[in-house]
């Protein structure tokens, strides 16, 4: 989607048509911070800060050709900025007999839910271990990267990788039971 | 199958409302916390600014407060009559008047006074010149006069001089160093220089045609003009200067300086156009030069002294008579006496004439243009 000069003049004037940016973003940017926060009100609130972000920047622009990139940038930005404060420094250690599992059956598992479990399912987990789990299944994050971005070492992000990976077999091991 | 990645990337929200309202919500709350920044900014700055005023007004002199005048706009008016406003006015004028007269006529007397005095300083001034050129005759004379002294009355310098006409010609040019080592009369070295031609010493010849032996007068008087015009904005000031000074040694100098200058104001009136602002000052100055660096030709000067100085000033001041206005001249004269400091640096023309400037740091940095003689 393009935004030329003429629909960001209007963008900038009308409220309805300000909404409806808004609703446009939130059906294609509203999944970001909804992998990287357990409850959607906080993914609400992280998306509205980072709207407001989105349109003080427009309002200095006089066109924009991939609107849908340069938002998500913005937005994926936002997000990562909050977790930054909220997630704190807990060290852990990878005990030797804590093996990490195989990697083809939690993304097998994980393939056969929906689009909706899957969010549910991962939103399940504990704030941190989402973050992680995000960045590093969803995002390709390496963890040397995840250590920089949320300000946590790179034994912790590998922690709560592996520990993210536990949950989430055993929260699919109930869905399969159901 | 899908992967569960591009399941999350590519699922579809969907809006609702609710969070719409807490944007406008959110963006309010900013815009409010920016705007209460701002008005604490500025609370705070006029809070200092309130102190700071507070702080002045109460640790000032009470005479500077208004709080007499506050007083006087709450008393009552009383009912007085167009006539007495007016007589009132009259004499008041009236006073003015003869106040500003009398003022006039012990200023003009003071003035007469001042100038005799200038003058008879101006003729002391000439009387030290001319016992200066008469002492100058009397050097000259005296020079003349050793020139024709018989050394018959001397006798040291007669035997000399025998000595000097007895002296083998193989040693005739050791002795005549040893003699003309110390300082002689006249007569000695034209003895001496006789000899030497009579010698008929190749290297000598010289000395047959001029006399070798000029004496070099010292030069210890100077005497100085100085200028300086200045055009500003409101005024402009002419200054003249002149100075005469006598060298005590290669340090010290001791003199005597008369500035004049006046300061006219800048200004065009549609009536009595003639009557305008000026400082006219004239001022005497004794002082001791101290001739602090000389590099090359230039030299730097200090001169520390007292000064006498006679102010006249000239104000323009107005009145409204009978609907008519009366411009004529406020004039106040008075004398002072202070320690004087001024620096100079000079550059020597030549022999008798040196070029430089002059500050007396009064009123502007610009110095004066100052130009002396040496005899």
Same mark, same amino acid.
């Given at each position: ?178 | ?60 002199? !009470? /005479?500077? @407060?208004?709080?007499?005048? =506050? #007083?006087?706009? +709450? ?9 007495? $406003? ?115 010493? !190749? /290297?000598? @010849?010289?000395?047959?045609? =001029? #006399?070798?032996? +000029? ?9 100085? $003009? ?150």
């Amino acid at each position: 989607m393009i935004l030329d000069k003429h629909t960001i003049q209007k963008l900038r004037k009308d409220r309805v048509v300000q909404k409806q940016f808004y609703n446009y973003l939130y059906e294609n940017l509203f999944h970001i911070p909804n992998r990287y926060y357990k409850t959607k009100f906080l993914a609400e609130e992280i998306f509205n800060d980072a709207f407001i972000k989105i349109f003080n920047s427009i309002e200095k622009e006089k066109e924009i050709v991939n609107v849908l990139g340069w938002c998500s940038k913005i937005m994926f930005n936002t997000t990562i900025d909050s977790l930054r404060k909220e997630i704190k420094q807990k060290e852990r250690f990878i005990f030797p007999e804590e093996l990490p599992v195989t990697e083809s059956s939690l993304s097998n598992a994980l393939d056969h839910l929906s689009s909706e479990e899957l969010f549910k399912c991962i939103q399940s987990l504990p704030q941190d271990q989402l973050a992680v789990f995000s960045l590093f299944e969803i995002d390709g994050y390496s963890h040397n990267e995840i250590s920089s971005m949320i300000n946590i070492s790179v034994s912790n992000s590998r922690y709560l990788l592996h520990r993210a990976k536990k949950e989430l077999r055993v929260k699919l091991q109930t869905f399969k039971i159901k | 199958m899908e992967d569960f990645r591009s399941k999350i990337k590519n699922h579809k929200a969907v809006p609702n409302n609710e969070s719409w309202e807490r944007l406008l919500i959110t963006k309010e709350k900013k815009a409010l916390v920016k705007a209460k920044s701002i008005l604490t900014f500025f609370f705070m700055a006029n809070l200092v600014c309130l102190s700071f005023f507070g702080y002045n007004y109460f640790t000032s002199d !009470p /005479s500077n @407060k208004l709080s007499s005048d =506050y #007083n006087n706009i +709450n008393q009552p008016i009383k009912n007085i009559d167009d006539q007495e $406003i007016q007589n009132k006015e009259i004499q008041n004028n009236k006073l003015l008047i003869q106040e500003y007269l009398s003022k006039n006529e012990s200023a003009n007397t003071e003035i007469l006074e001042l100038k005799n005095q200038i003058f008879s300083l101006q003729n002391s001034i000439l009387k030290k010149n001319k016992e200066n050129d008469y002492l100058k005759n009397e050097l000259s004379n005296i020079e003349n006069q050793e020139d024709n002294i018989d050394f018959g009355n001397n006798k040291h310098e007669t035997t000399l001089a025998q000595n000097i006409q007895n002296i083998p010609s193989e040693n005739l040019l050791d002795n005549e160093i040893k003699v003309l080592r110390r300082p002689r009369s006249l007569q000695t070295y034209r003895n001496v220089q006789t000899k030497l031609v009579h010698n008929k010493a !190749p /290297s000598l @010849k010289i000395f047959n045609h =001029y #006399n070798a032996f +000029n004496i070099i007068k010292p030069k210890n008087w100077y005497v100085g $003009i100085g200028t300086k015009r200045t055009f500003g904005i409101n005024d402009r000031q002419i200054k003249y200067t002149i100075s005469l000074q006598r060298k005590l040694n290669k340090f010290f100098d001791l003199g005597l300086r008369y500035n004049y200058s006046n300061v006219i104001e800048r200004a065009t009136f549609s009536e009595s156009n003639d009557i305008r602002d000026f400082w006219k000052i004239k001022k005497v100055n004794l002082f001791v030069r101290c001739n602090a660096l000389s590099w090359r030709n230039f030299n730097f000067y200090i001169d520390n002294g007292m000064e006498y100085s006679l102010y006249n000033v000239q104000e323009r001041n107005s009145l409204l008579i009978d609907n008519e206005l009366i411009v004529f001249p406020e004039t106040r004269i008075w004398d002072r006496i202070d320690y004087k400091f001024s620096l100079g640096l000079v550059y020597d023309l030549n022999k008798n004439f040196t070029f430089g400037i002059h500050s007396d740091f009064e009123g502007d940095v610009l110095p004066d243009l100052v130009l002396y003689y040496s005899f």
